[in-house]
């Protein structure tokens, strides 16, 4: 059972757009969501992350809406640019101790110029 | 930002031997630390968890005497790939949880694994 759901699998976004990457999950214990970036043959790194007491963060040109009720969580990178071009993964856990990370399948974003 | 650091970045060995890869948290002490694969174009899939100083924990189907799993220190731990064949070469990623801040957790820059 796949406790989070993203999508799109894949994206493309031409430079200057905005780019949003969907997340939904099943596990209502969950209290920390994650986004990680990952480029090819490189590990992932921490993006940005939110937890549920708030509706919205924002860093840069990343920005997590966070819908408590729906149970979903999206990342919207504004002024996409080719550098962003990676793998995108969010995440969730119960943000205990000795919780571990759920990740959804991940999206390949490309930036076009 | 929190550093993970992981050694070798890339190791060819042989059919039948063994491999070590090491996991450091670089500043900052790890109360727990993750093991995943990745395969090509596919999202992490969770190994184990090992916590310092006690056994680690394997997750479904993943057989804890082929991957041996010590996490010596709070800031060490290591992932032996006993009697490695061909189908173990992979991309392994280790993670580690800040003592400092349980909620984040920092991922290595991964190790390639081909075994020929």
């Known amino acids: 059972q796949q406790q989070v759901k993203q999508s799109p699998q894949s994206l493309i976004v031409q430079k200057g757009g905005i780019s949003i990457i969907n997340c939904a999950y099943e596990?209502?214990?969950?209290?920390?969501f994650p986004w990680y970036q990952q480029f090819p043959g490189k590990g992932p790194a921490l993006l940005i992350a939110?937890?549920?007491?708030?509706s919205e963060k924002k860093e840069g040109r990343f920005t997590i809406s966070f819908n408590k009720s729906a149970k979903q969580f999206s990342l919207h990178i504004m002024d996409s640019q080719p550098g962003d071009s990676a793998t995108y993964f969010c995440?969730?856990?119960?943000?205990?101790?000795?919780?571990?990370?759920?990740f959804g399948t991940g999206t390949r974003l490309q930036v076009t110029l | 930002g929190a550093v993970v650091s992981q050694h070798p970045s890339r190791v060819i060995c042989k059919s039948g031997t063994s491999v070590k890869i090491e996991c450091r948290s670089l500043?900052?002490?790890?109360?727990?630390m993750f093991w995943y694969r990745q395969f090509p174009k596919q999202s992490l899939m969770l190994m184990a968890t090992?916590?310092?100083?006690?056994?680690?924990?394997?997750e479904q189907g993943v057989e804890k005497d082929k991957f041996l799993i010590n996490h010596a220190s709070l800031t060490l731990s290591t992932l032996t790939v006993t009697s490695a064949h061909p189908e173990d070469s992979s991309f392994y990623i280790c993670?580690?949880?800040?003592?400092?801040?349980?909620?984040?957790?920092?991922f290595g820059e991964g190790s390639w694994l081909t075994v020929v």
């Open positions: 596990n209502t214990a969950f209290d920390y």
């Open positions: 939110i937890r549920p007491d708030v």
């Open positions: 090992s916590n310092e100083g006690s056994k680690a924990t394997y």
């Open positions: 995440a969730a856990s119960t943000g205990g101790t000795a919780s571990k990370l759920t």
């Open positions: 500043d900052f002490q790890a109360t727990t």
């Open positions: 993670s580690a949880r800040d003592l400092g801040h349980p909620v984040a957790i920092y």
